[in-house]
């Protein structure tokens, strides 16, 4: 299996391109992310998370700082299970210990 690779590129960037593709409507999105060297599906998400950023149409998307929010969250939510979890075996062990 091929191993996928993802590569970051920064904001300004990301807003740089997008601005281009719509300020260029004589070229495709295709020439220009080729021209960026990105591929045309990362230069297609962009424009379209920008329009939804930007208020359009959302269909249950969600925008740049409700995604951020959701991975913080996540991360959150690890976090403390596993804390739970630490919390649940020391419980158990020390319950243990007492009963000895």
Do not use: C, N
Not at 51 to 68: F, M, Q, S, Y
Request: aromatic share 4%; no cysteine.
């Amino acid at each position: 299996m091929a191993q996928h690779s993802s590569k970051r590129y920064p904001t300004e960037f990301k807003r740089d391109a997008v601005e281009l593709v719509r300020s260029s409507p004589d070229h495709t999105v295709a020439q220009i992310a080729e021209a960026l060297g990105v591929t045309a599906q990362s230069l297609r998400s962009w424009v379209a998370q920008a329009g939804i950023d930007a208020g359009g149409d959302r269909g249950g998307a969600l925008t740049t700082p409700e995604r951020e929010e959701l991975r913080r969250l996540r991360r959150e939510v690890a976090e403390l299970r596993k804390e739970k979890e630490i919390l649940r075996k020391a419980a158990a062990y020390f319950a243990a210990e007492t009963t000895r």
